[in-house]
């Protein structure tokens, strides 16, 4: 198979980004921060705002739940 060399790697692709992004974001947040994403950084930080926000929210969220069911020491 002969390539031209301006075929970008499998985890340079958007689609891969993206896939990682969501379904394992540390993943995806380091490919997304490489240098090969050229994504405008003004996306880079409102993605990664984004995903920091869900995991607090899902944290305090679980905190609740467990604090609800008075299983939190």
């Given amino acids: ?6 075929e970008k790697k499998w985890y340079d692709q958007t689609f891969w980004i993206v896939f990682f992004l969501i379904v394992l974001w540390p993943v995806g ?3 997304m921060w490489r240098g090969a994403c050229t994504w405008h950084v003004a996306v880079k930080v409102i993605v990664t705002i ?6 607090v929210v ?3 969220m679980s905190q609740a739940v467990l604090a609800a069911q008075g299983t939190l020491g």
């Fill in 50 to 55: 984004a995903i920091l926000g869900l995991v």
């Fill in 29 to 31: 947040l380091v490919m």
């Fill in 1 to 6: 198979m002969v390539t031209t060399g301006d």
């Fill in 58 to 60: 899902s944290y305090q």
